[in-house]
């Protein structure tokens, strides 16, 4: 129990309230806006008062960072939504022998099969995963 209460007395570990993002403005309904920025790993919306949104200048605007976080998400979470465990080595070696891509030289011959399997795959997944 101590320990517990030990743990409870450290600080926990806050971003500065005054921390500002750029956002760009997507639309505006009402009092609410939809905006985005780029988040730790790939661009993110968020839907934000309006009245949360400083300088803004077109669609550009700076948005406090407590206030995106707390911001309602948009769209869907697609990395953990989509199941590439079917891009294994034995699945794209089959698809490759299937297009006639036996050796390294059947593959510079045809680099356009490559691309044409990625395509197909990903689009594969892609539709499985909002069936």
Aim: aromatic letters at 6%; charged letters at 25%.
């Amino acid at each position: 129990m101590a320990e517990r209460e030990d743990n409870m007395n450290e600080p926990d570990a806050i971003e500065p309230a005054d921390t500002t993002i750029q956002v760009r403005i997507v639309s505006i309904s009402g009092q609410s806006a939809l905006v985005e920025f780029q988040g730790e790993i790939s661009l993110e919306r968020r839907y934000v008062p309006v009245n949360q949104l400083d300088q803004r200048d077109g669609d550009a605007a700076l948005c406090r960072q407590d206030t995106l976080d707390l911001g309602i998400v948009y769209g869907i979470p697609w990395a953990d939504k989509l199941d590439l465990s079917i891009l294994t080595p034995a699945y794209l070696q089959a698809e490759l022998r299937r297009r006639g891509v036996w050796t390294e030289g059947d593959l510079r011959l045809h680099d356009n099969v490559v691309t044409r399997i990625a395509v197909n795959s990903l689009g594969r997944i892609i539709f499985e995963c909002i069936k």
